[in-house]
């Protein structure tokens, strides 16, 4: 995307007065976990300032996803049996689906929109583990939030939404062909720029930035590769995306470079299957039950 476009939409972007703002306690954390001497007692502080938060971050790890057999009744336990990251993470998602609870749009499937980005979420997790990848504690909740911009676009750019929708249909086109056609940037490089306006940790940033066009990226091309396969293979499997009329194939160089094969995609599979029928606590998180 040319530099004058990335401006054009950041301008855009900028004219919306509505656009929810992540919680004070998701920034917080984050800039700890950049220092090389936070510890748990300082994490687990900043996140026990939202009660709510903390308490559904505890209700995920106590799921039937991380299985495990004791449980886990405090945020500082949580982070030293999951990790710092792990811990900012799941805060960091529950924080985002909280944002978008409630909300509807005409032009997007709520329920199928999260079904995808969890089942994405849920194969990117295991592909990581299934490559050995540095980036396996990273995975989920990028596969989890890749689609940022898709839940803007529909919220906060109605009209272009509409169009895009027309022309998917009456073109057999990919979503994010439409909307660089449409409003000048798909929806990857629309939830890359929030994500930076939100802070995110850049890795996050740069996977929905880059996920449709992975041979572009330039930095956390790993992380990037990951969510860019996990989301064509959530296609593929049908978790959710509804609306899309075409599904998008494996890039050439991401294949090579994951030094992916068919096995390989068998066996992610064989455990994301039912890893999947195992994440309702997201769902409910996402449908607001």
């Given at each position: 995307?040319?530099?004058?476009d ?6 855009k ?19 700890v ?52 990251n ?48 540095s ?64 802070k ?21 091309r ?68």
């Amino acid at each position: 995307m040319r530099q004058q476009d990335t401006q054009i939409v950041s301008k855009k972007l900028q004219s919306i007065t509505d656009i929810p703002t992540i919680p004070t306690v998701i920034a917080k954390l984050n800039d700890v976990l950049r220092t090389p001497h936070s510890n748990v007692k300082d994490v687990g502080a900043i996140l026990n300032q939202d009660q709510a938060l903390a308490a559904k971050t505890l209700r995920l790890v106590n799921s039937a996803y991380y299985g495990f057999s004791g449980k886990i009744d405090n945020i500082n336990r949580a982070i030293i049996i999951l990790g710092f990251n792990k811990v900012r993470n799941l805060a960091l998602s529950i924080s985002v689906i909280d944002l978008f609870k409630g909300k509807e749009s005409s032009s997007l499937n709520f329920l199928a929109f999260w079904e995808h980005s969890i089942g994405t979420a849920v194969i990117a997790e295991q592909l990581a583990n299934e490559l050995e990848s540095s980036e396996v504690e990273d995975a989920f909740v990028a596969g989890l939030l890749h689609d940022l911009g898709k839940l803007i676009i529909a919220l906060h750019l109605k009209e272009d939404q509409a169009k895009v929708v027309e022309m998917m249909q009456a073109d057999n086109m990919f979503s994010f062909d439409a909307e660089r056609e449409i409003i000048g940037a798909n929806h990857g490089k629309i939830g890359e720029l929030i994500a930076e306006q939100w802070k995110f940790p850049e890795n996050l940033a740069r996977a929905m930035g880059y996920h449709h066009q992975p041979d572009r990226s330039r930095q956390h091309r790993e992380l990037v590769f990951l969510i860019h396969t996990a989301d064509v293979l959530a296609h593929a499997i049908g978790f959710g995306a509804e609306n899309e009329y075409a599904c998008p194939g494996i890039s050439d160089e991401v294949w090579e470079q994951l030094a992916l094969t068919p096995s390989k995609i068998d066996a992610v599979y064989e455990r994301a299957i039912p890893a999947y029928k195992v994440v309702s606590d997201f769902f409910e998180l996402a449908s607001g039950t």
